[in-house]
C-alpha cells in the first residue's frame, strides 16, 4: 500500500462517506455528497483565521503540555517498559494523546513545523513501543493487568481508545505521507476484528467512536473488513445475544432500527450516529437512514439548546425528555456540540440538505466555540446558558475529553465549507479563502470573500480549469429571510431554490461570479411553550452568532433584567472589544430590590430604565467573572428576585461550582434534590463540622429562621442532611447560642422553622455536623427579622 495507497486517502479520508462502492434500493437516486477536504482549503477570513492561528500556536503546544505534565504520555513509556511506575489518571486518558495527534496532523497539513513534525514523531515513537506482540495497544491495561483487557467493554472504553487511535493514525498518514502510527493502528484494527464478528465475540463498546474510526481506516486501506466489522458492532448494539445490554445511557436498550428518539449520554449518542451515517452511506441501508431522520427531529425540535448544544443533565452528561431545557444548570458538554458537527455534516452529505448545515453552523458558532477561551488556553466543559459568576473555563481538567477534542476539531473547520458531486458545488460555510475541487471533467478553483458571521455579503469566484458546465448550490442559511443573489453582475428574481440551497448553472465561462447578500437582522427568538425555563423569556440571534448579556457590560448584573418586546435594539462593531465583534444595544428595564422599611404596602417591582449591551455568547467568560444571560425575561415580573439585600453571607468552604447567593436568591426549590436552582454545598467536605453565616447590614431584632436543606440521595449524590446543627447569634466578636429552640430540624422537601427568643444581633451562624462520609448543603435560608 505504497503510493496507490497515498491517492487513495487523498479522495476518501475526510470526506469519508463518499460515493461508495455499495449503493443499495431507493438511495441510489439521491445525490451523494463529498467534503471537499481541509487539505484542499486554504482559509483567508477575519473570523477563523486568528482562531486557527492561536489553535496552531497555543492551544497545541498546551495540549501536549498537559499530557506530558499529567503523565497521559508517560503511561506509553512505563507501558513499554522504558520506566518504572504505576498508571497515571483515568482509564481512557490514551485517548486523550491520540486526540492532540490528530490536531497536530492537521496542523502540519496547514502550516508545516519541522519542530512539531519531529515532536509527534518522538510521541508516536512512544505509543509503538507500547504496542504488544499480538498488537494490542492500551496503557491502562498494559501497567494494571493484561489479564483483564477486554473483560468490561462497559466501562473501560478499550475500543473507544482504539477509535481515536484509528482517526489520528488516518490524519497522521494524511498530512505527512508517514506510515509510523498507521501501522500501529493497522494492527491493533487486525487483533480487535480477529476477536470481534458474526462467527466471533459479540459484544459492542460502552462509549461509541470505533465504529466511525473504522470507517475511516477503511477509507485509507481499502480492507473491507474494517467496514464490515463497523457494521458488525452497529448490528449488535441494542441485540441481547449471548451479552447483556448496557442501557439506554449506551444507546444499548434497543436495536438502532427500533429506537425512536435520542437517549443517554450526549456524546455517545453523536459518535454513535456519526458512525451510523458513515456506514449507511456506503451500504444505502434504509433503515438505517430512517432512523437517523426519527433521532434527528427528536433532537433538533424537542432537544437542542439555541446554542445547538445538547445534553441537558449533569447526572448522565445526556439526554432527559422534551423540552427539558434548563438554562443555569445546563451541561451542553463542549464535546457534545463537536459530535452535533460531525454528525450533521454527515446527513448533510447523505441527503444534500441544508437543514442539516444550518444545525451544523448552530452548534459550530456558538455551543462549539464557547468551550475554547480566545486566549486559547482555557477551556469549559459544560456551557450552560446562564450563570451567576461561578462559572468559568479552566485550564484544564483531570477528564480533559473537551480541551483535546477542540484541538483536534479545530484545524479541520475548512473540510467543513464545501461538498460536491461529480458535476456540482456546494457551499455550505461562508468563510474567506480559496478552495480547489475536481469534478467530473474539470478543477474548480473557488475564491470566496466575506466577512461572515459580521456581515452577510459573500462573493465567490469560480474558475474551471477548462470549459466545463457545472452547477453550483449556494446555501441559504435557514435563520435568513429575503436573500439577494447576483450572477456575474445580474439579479436572479425567481432563484430554483433546492433543500434550502439555491441553484446557480455555471455553462463553460471562464469565471463565474455569484454574489450573496443575507440580510443580518436582529432577531427576537422564543422557545416552545413547553420549555418552561424560556417561557416569558426572549433570546437575541443575528446571522448564526446567538448573544447573551454579560455583567461586566452591565454594572455588574444581568439576572435583574427584563427586555421589553417594543425595545428597539442596534448593532455596532466593536474591532477592539473581545477580538472584534458586533455587539447589541438596546433599552431594558432594571428591577430594583425594595425593603420594606416599616412600610405596610410597596410596589411589587421597581424598575429603572437602563441601556444594555449584549455579546456573542461564545465570547463570554473572557473577562471579569460575572453574571451572564441568554434568556431574558420581557416582563419585569418575570425577573428572578434580586437576593436580600441587608444579608452577607460567608462560610467555612462553599464548592467551587456553588454559590453563597444561592442561601438568600429567594428562588424556590421544589424538593431536596432540585438542581434547577442554584444551592450552597460544602462539598466535598465530609463528616465534617461546618458553618455558614450572615452578616447584616445593621443590628436588626430576629426570631426566627426558615432552612431548606440540599439532599441528593436521590440522584446518588454526595450531600444528605446533616447529622445536627444549631444557630448562633453574634454578640460583639463572639458568636453564641440562640435559646429557647425547641427542635432542630432536618427534613427534606420543606423548609424547616425554628424559632427562638427575640434578639437583637447583626449577624446568625448555623454551625452543622455533617453526617458520617457525607457532605451537606443548603437551597434557602431565610431570617424573620423586624
Known sequence: MGASMRSTALAALIALVGAGSVVMSGWAEQPRLRAVPFTNVRLDDVFWT??????????????????????????????????????????????????????????????????????????????????????????????????????????????YCAGHLFEAAVAHYQATGKRTLLDVAIRFADLIDSLFGPDKRHDVPGHEEIELALVKLYGVTGEARYLKLAQFFLEQRGRAEGRRLYGDYCQDHLPLA???????????????????????????????????????????????????GIGPSAHNEGFTVAYDLPNDSAYAETCASIGMVLWN??????????????????????????????????????????SRGTH?????????????????????????????????????????????IALRD??????????????????????????????????????????????????????????????????????????LDLPMPIRRIEAHPRVPADSGRVALQRGPLVYCLEGVDNAGGVLNLALPREAELTVEHRADLLGGVTVIRGPALAVEPTAWDNRLYRPAVVTRPVEFVAVPYYAWDNRAAGEMAVWLPESPTMVEPPPVAWLTPTASHCYGRDTLRAL???????????????????????????????????????SGVEIYW?????????????????????????????????????????????????????????????????????????????
Open 345 to 386: 455534516q454527515r446527513l448533510s452529505l447523505l441527503h444534500a440538505d441544508a437543514r442539516y448545515v444550518d444545525v451544523l453552523e448552530r452548534a459550530l458558532y456558538n455551543g462549539l466555540l464557547s468551550g475554547i477561551a480566545l486566549d486559547g488556553e482555557k477551556y469549559f466543559y459544560v456551557n450552560p446558558l446562564a
Open 392 to 436: 468559568h473555563r479552566r485550564e484544564w481538567y483531570s477528564c480533559a475529553c473537551c480541551p483535546t477534542n477542540i484541538v483536534r476539531f479545530l484545524p479541520s473547520v475548512g473540510g467543513y465549507v464545501y461538498a460536491h458531486t461529480d458535476d456540482a458545488v456546494y457551499v455550505n460555510l461562508y468563510v474567506a479563502g480559496e478552495a480547489k
Open 664 to 702: 438568600h436568591d429567594r428562588l424556590e426549590p421544589t424538593d431536596s434534590g432540585d438542581h434547577t436552582v442554584p444551592r450552597f454545598t460544602w462539598w466535598p467536605k465530609r463528616g465534617t463540622q461546618e458553618w455558614v453565616q450572615y452578616e447584616f447590614d445593621a443590628p436588626r431584632r430576629v
Open 50 to 159: 486568528p482562531r486557527l492561528e492561536i489553535t496552531r500556536s497555543k492551544t497545541l503546544p498546551h495540549n501536549f503540555e498537559m499530557c506530558e505534565r499529567t503523565g497521559r504520555i508517560r503511561n506509553f513509556v512505563k507501558a513499554a517498559g522504558a520506566a518504572e511506575g504505576e498508571y497515571e489518571g483515568y482509564f481512557f486518558n490514551d485517548s486523550d494523546v491520540y486526540k492532540v495527534l490528530e490536531g497536530a496532523a492537521y496542523a502540519l497539513h496547514t502550516a508545516p513545523d519541522a519542530e512539531l513534525d519531529g515532536y509527534v514523531d518522538e510521541v508516536i515513537a512512544k505509543i509503538a513501543g507500547a504496542q504488544q506482540s499480538d498488537g494490542y495497544l492500551n496503557s491502562y491495561y498494559t501497567l494494571t493487568g493484561l489479564d483483564q483487557r477486554w473483560t468490561d467493554l462497559a466501562n473501560k472504553h478499550e475500543l
Open 258 to 308: 427500533q429506537q425512536t428518539e435520542i437517549a443517554g449520554h450526549a456524546v455517545r449518542a453523536m459518535y454513535l450516529y456519526s458512525g451510523v451515517a458513515d456506514v449507511a452511506a456506503l451500504t444505502g441501508d434504509d433503515e438505517m437512514i430512517t432512523m437517523m431522520e426519527r433521532i434527528w427531529r427528536d433532537v433538533v425540535e424537542r432537544k437542542m439548546y439555541i446554542t445547538g
Open 710 to 786: 440540599f439532599d441528593d440521595e436521590r440522584q446518588n449524590g454526595g450531600c444528605r442532611v446533616p447529622a445536627s446543627w444549631k444557630l448562633l447569634a453574634r454578640s460583639g466578636e463572639e458568636w453564641q447560642p440562640v435559646t429557647g429552640v425547641a427542635d432542630y430540624g432536618t427534613a427534606r422537601d420543606q423548609y424547616n422553622f425554628v424559632t427562638f427568643d427575640p434578639i437583637e444581633t447583626s449577624g446568625l451562624r448555623i454551625e452543622a455536623q455533617l453526617q458520617e462520609n457525607m457532605s451537606a448543603g443548603i437551597l434557602e435560608w431565610r431570617v424573620d427579622a423586624e
Open 442 to 515: 474539470a478543477e474548480v478553483s473557488i475564491k470566496q470573500e466575506t466577512r461572515y458571521p459580521w456581515d452577510g455579503a459573500v462573493r465567490l469566484t469560480l474558475t474551471p480549469t477548462a470549459p466545463l458546465e457545472y452547477d453550483v448550490y449556494v446555501r441559504i442559511p435557514g435563520w435568513c429571510e429575503g436573500a439577494r443573489l447576483r450572477v456575474n453582475g445580474a439579479p436572479i428574481p425567481e432563484p430554483q431554490v433546492v433543500k434550502g440551497y439555491t441553484r446557480v448553472s455555471c455553462h463553460r465561462r471562464r469565471s463565474d461570479v455569484i454574489e
